[in-house]
């Protein structure tokens, strides 16, 4: 697609990004689709978004949502028999919609645009904590899944059902850990490469530091408002404490939480909170900007 352009030094006219970004988001978008990783609306979103990230941005911006993307769509079909149990309890199944898109791309996406209105390191610096969170929690949801021990609860430690908001796993706080680390250092590749370098240009350990720490924080932060403030509900024909206003096809009850606080915004508060991290963490700590 554009690696022929983009190999060597800065990314090009911006015109031809907008061009690049469309095609390569309506591709990705499409399989995805097809793939039903996305629902229509999740991919009309996805494709925005896609084309916003390589327009207004480059193939930093553009690079750490792909990999977010795609690593979080191959892991919610791990072992999709074996989720379909427990995922019934979740609000949304595998398949995202335009909401999902937005709760876990719309601050990265503000970011973006910020950067190109306002250039400054400060906001990839909160781009990469945004987007640690979002692939963590991501990540620690689909992998903490397939953990057969059933999940902690995260404010007193005790046991409780497979995917109820606020559990932790060994597995799923592994991944979480992973997904941040992974989000950092290809922050720093792609910061190369789009020639990001003179602005923060530092060592890769920096970038892993600051996303390993920063998304694991928002993930656990995440954990936290489930388990606390998110709104729950139980189902009135298994029992069961879901996040979902439907289940057993029919309409669920208040069990929790505020109504209006559901999972996509606890994303949102999170992300956001992560983001706030690795500013604090590159500009007082490290020094970045
Ligand atoms: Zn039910």
């Known amino acids: ?86 995922e019934k309890s979740y609000a949304k199944s595998g398949t995202r919609d335009a909401g999902q898109v937005m709760a876990n791309g719309g601050l990265g996406m503000a970011a973006c645009v910020g950067n190109a209105l306002w250039p400054d390191s400060g906001w990839v610096l909160f781009f990469i904590g945004v987007m640690a969170s979002v692939t963590a929690d991501t990540w620690a949801t689909e ?38 680390v992974i989000i950092g250092g290809a922050g720093w590749l792609l910061a190369q490469w789009a020639g990001l370098a003179a602005d923060v240009g530092k060592p890769v350990l920096l970038w892993i530091v600051i996303g390993g720490l920063s ?40 069990l929790r939480g505020f109504t209006w606080l559901n999972n996509d915004m606890v994303n949102m508060i999170s992300s956001l909170a992560a983001g706030g991290i690795a500013l604090a963490l590159g500009k007082w700590l490290f020094g970045v900007v």
């Open 1 to 86: 697609m554009a690696a022929a352009r983009c190999s060597l030094g800065p990314v090009p006219i911006p015109k031809m990004g907008w061009l690049i970004g469309f095609t390569g988001a309506i591709v990705v978008s499409a399989a995805a689709y097809w793939k039903r990783s996305l629902s229509l609306s999740g991919m009309i979103a996805a494709t925005l978004m896609g084309t916003i990230y390589f327009g207004a941005g480059n193939v930093f911006w553009f690079g750490i949502l792909l990999l977010f993307f795609i690593t979080s769509s191959l892991f919610s079909k791990l072992k999709a028999d074996r989720k379909s149990e427990s």
């Open 143 to 180: 992998w903490g899944s397939l953990s057969r021990k059933p999940p902690r609860s995260i404010l007193n430690g005790k046991p409780i059902t497979a995917g109820t908001s606020g559990g932790v796993s060994l597995l799923g706080s592994l991944a979480a850990l992973g997904g941040a």
């Open 215 to 254: 998304g694991f924080a928002g993930a656990m932060i995440d954990s936290y408002l489930g388990a606390t403030v998110q709104s729950m509900y139980r189902c009135t024909v298994c029992g069961r404490s879901v996040e979902a206003v439907r289940h057993c096809n029919e309409a669920t009850v208040p």
